[in-house]
């Protein structure tokens, strides 16, 4: 009840900063598609490809996406012929299970749900692969769990220090999340397809923000001919299967100058430090989403990790720069 009084509250002040392919299989060999019970019986739907006996390798994707977000990497014959890839979609994600609001705001929930992924699919030190909020999921498993069962860590434009969208003292993220994601949370029960299109509109936008400037414009010498409009409309499709209660809960998490804390801020410098696993921390130099000096400050505190820094590429390396991301991957997983 608390919860919704106060959500109410924050209704009122995401709107005030608003206004100043169904899925299936997806692209290459079909998955093995497994369910496993998260934390609190939330039923989590996991992808997996390649070599059943393979080094394997988890990819989490971020904030308001699918496991689709990794198609790249899934279809990647390199990695499918070494590698078995497990590629869950994140509760409140995809086609994995709802939670109340409650449930995506403790990180202790995200971290169990990350080791039933580990204990259900019996992996042995996997490499743990983590883009945007996916990092900070893992980050919360080395807090509750450490890394005696993880292989290495590759955190991809990650999460590492969050202190809350609507933090005024947050220097994590960028202007373009300002612009974008506070449209994106309004979605509880839209009540005409007009307003539907406002979202799936904020959703666009957000997903270019998640490029380098210029990436989907012809005209732009920063234009990247391997983003599509159809793949652009692709994650427009599977960002609206988001429960906007799961944006929302994510955004709140360190709570907000109005509400004060709900868990604590999200401040892994602790965890950071003691990580004692291979870690290759990658990031985009045109990064608008999350600051880039972010990665830069994680790798500081990651003994002995290794910085792969990409000029000219925006929030999402593993699309933009497909070939380059992959071949650093199967090099990292080896």
């Not at 005409?192 to 979202?199: C, G």
């Not at 920063?222 to 692709?234: L, R, V």
């Not at 990580?275 to 990031?283: A, G, K, M, Q, S």
């Not at 130099?285 to 990790?305: F, K, V």
């Amino acid at each position: 009840m608390q919860i919704m009084k106060r959500l109410g509250f924050l209704a009122v002040l995401i709107a005030a900063l608003v206004f100043g392919s169904t899925l299936s299989f997806a692209c290459g060999d079909d998955p093995i598609v497994r369910d496993v019970a998260g934390a609190g019986g939330v039923n989590l739907k996991v992808f997996e490809y390649g070599k059943a006996d393979g080094q394997p390798i988890v990819l989490l994707h971020g904030w308001s996406q699918s496991h689709k977000s990794w198609v790249n990497q899934y279809t990647d014959k390199h990695l499918t012929k070494k590698f078995r890839l497990i590629v869950p979609d994140l509760r409140g994600h995809g086609e994995s299970g709802r939670a109340d609001l409650g449930g995506y705001m403790d990180g202790t929930l995200w971290a169990a749900d990350l080791k039933a992924i580990m204990d259900s699919l019996n992996l042995e030190k996997p490499v743990l692969v983590g883009w945007s909020y996916g990092g900070a999921v893992i980050l919360d498993y080395l807090t509750v769990y450490g890394d005696g069962n993880v292989g290495g860590i590759n955190f991809v434009d990650a999460l590492g220090q969050y202190l809350g969208c609507l933090n005024p003292a947050d220097t994590t993220v960028m202007p373009a999340y300002y612009q974008y994601a506070p449209p994106m949370l309004p979605g509880m029960g839209w009540p005409d397809d007009s307003q539907v299109e406002a979202q799936r509109a904020a959703c666009r936008g957000f997903i270019v923000a998640c490029l380098a400037p210029g990436a989907t414009d012809p005209e732009s010498p920063n234009y990247n001919s391997a983003i599509t409009p159809e793949a652009i409309e692709t994650a427009v499709d599977y960002n609206m299967q988001a429960d906007p209660f799961v944006r929302l809960g994510i955004v709140l998490r360190p709570g907000t100058p109005v509400t004060g804390p709900w868990n604590g801020s999200m401040d892994y410098t602790a965890t950071l430090q003691a990580i004692t696993v291979p870690t290759l921390v990658t990031t985009g130099d045109s990064d608008m989403i999350l600051n880039p000096e972010t990665s830069a400050w994680m790798h500081s505190l990651i003994q002995g990790s290794e910085l792969s820094v990409y000029v000219g590429i925006g929030h999402s390396p593993f699309m933009e720069d497909a070939s380059r991301f992959n071949k650093e991957l199967r090099k990292f997983a080896k």
